[in-house]
């Protein structure tokens, strides 16, 4: 068992490009070489977390990003349901939540938990959302990723905010968490996840409502929300959990006391997982402030767009450019991280133009030398 504080180490980076967009590689684990361990990594002189039945777990401050204890964080594992939180975080954005939505057949006939769409009612996506995050719709999931323009097109804008959020075990392959080889995620990216979602309005929204009315053929009917601890847990803001015969268990989280935040996220456990989760946020707020951290929930790299803007055109009425703004929600996520991991993205982004302008001139080299032939 770890009890000793590993200092927070700068992630060592290569750069890749991928369509014109820089990429990180870290060759360390993110967050932290402590985060490393599969034990349990804690700081030295406290006391011990709750025993939990979880495979995996991370608990942090939200407030700072500093990670207060964890075991096995980057263990990549199946995420189930869990994963609907990076569904909505990457969707929220980008679709109008007053638009309406005729589900397809096939968005109504997916298997696991539904909220129970019909191809006979017209739903604002504002509704798909708290039926995304409050009853594990997955037919709400794939009605709000057919609205945006299809699963394939929603798995790349998922893996791509991951990326962005620095999530590298993540690989979302459906947008409900159904079971898919090759998808993954961990207790540390989860955690990353639920922070970020945090700063977004519309998403606390949703997270934190415990029962609605839903439209129906006929009128309404009322969901509740699938998080327990809404109802057991004195300042519960919610966030998501998950479960599939071969995930098992998942559960991020997240409470507040005292203007204070700390989320929970746990991995793969066995069975009834509610009391753990409430011993591990008591801890979490028993000793923020109070011990040194194992690692660090780190910042979110800078848009690309905001990185390579698009070439000047003629600053005329009828063409002109608008840079596209980054997303307030990763925004303000950065802001409340601490200084020591904010060297990561300039690193990340330097490397990437470096590597970039090498790329170009290579290019126009060889162009010069066909141009000769």
């Not at 967050?31 to 349990?40: F, I, K, P, Q, T």
């Not at 699938?226 to 057991?232: A, G, Q, T, V």
């Not at 409340?336 to 170009?360: C, E, K, N, P, Y």
Request: charged content about 20%.
């Amino acid at each position: 068992m770890w009890t000793k504080i590993v200092p927070i180490t700068a992630l060592i980076a290569s750069v890749a490009l991928s369509g014109g967009t820089a990429h990180a590689e870290p060759t360390t684990p993110v967050g932290g070489a402590a985060l490393g361990s599969r034990g349990l990594v804690i700081p030295a002189g406290v006391k011990k977390p709750p025993t939990s039945k979880a495979t995996s777990y991370v608990i942090a401050d939200a407030d700072t990003g500093q990670v207060l204890a964890a075991k096995d964080a980057h263990g990549k594992y199946l995420p189930a349901s869990t994963i609907k939180a990076l569904t909505a975080l990457t969707l929220i954005p980008k679709l109008d939540k007053n638009q309406k939505v005729r589900p397809s057949q096939n968005a109504c006939n997916q298997e696991g938990s539904a909220v129970g769409l019909t191809p006979k009612v017209t739903y604002k996506v504002d509704d798909l959302f708290k039926a995304l995050m409050m009853a594990s719709g997955n037919d709400a999931a794939m009605a709000l990723a057919e609205t945006n323009g299809g699963v394939p097109q929603t798995m790349r804008d998922m893996n791509a905010l991951a990326k962005r959020l620095q999530a590298y075990d993540t690989v979302a392959k459906t947008p409900s968490g159904l079971d898919q080889p090759g998808q993954s995620s961990s207790a540390y990216d989860l955690a990353l996840i639920a922070r970020a979602g945090l700063a977004n309005p519309d998403f606390r929204r949703y997270i934190s409502t415990k029962t609605t009315r839903f439209p129906a053929p006929k009128g309404h009917y009322e969901i509740s929300n699938h998080n327990k601890l809404l109802w057991r847990y004195d300042g519960m803001i919610g966030v998501k959990n998950g479960y599939t015969s071969k995930a098992r268990a998942s559960f991020v989280g997240a409470a507040t006391r005292g203007g204070h935040t700390i989320v929970v996220s746990i991995m793969r456990h066995e069975g009834f997982f509610w009391d753990e989760v409430a011993s591990l946020l008591d801890w979490g707020f028993s000793v923020r402030g109070k011990a040194q951290p194992v690692g660090q929930l780190v910042n979110p790299l800078p848009d690309p767009a905001l990185a390579a803007p698009p070439a000047r055109a003629p600053a005329t009425p009828a063409n002109s450019v608008t840079p596209a703004a980054q997303p307030p929600l990763l925004d303000t996520a950065a802001s409340r991280q601490s200084d020591s991991t904010r060297t990561v993205g300039a690193l990340v982004i330097g490397g990437g133009l470096l590597f970039g302008l090498v790329w170009l001139g290579l290019g126009i080299r060889r162009r010069r030398a066909r141009s000769r032939l």
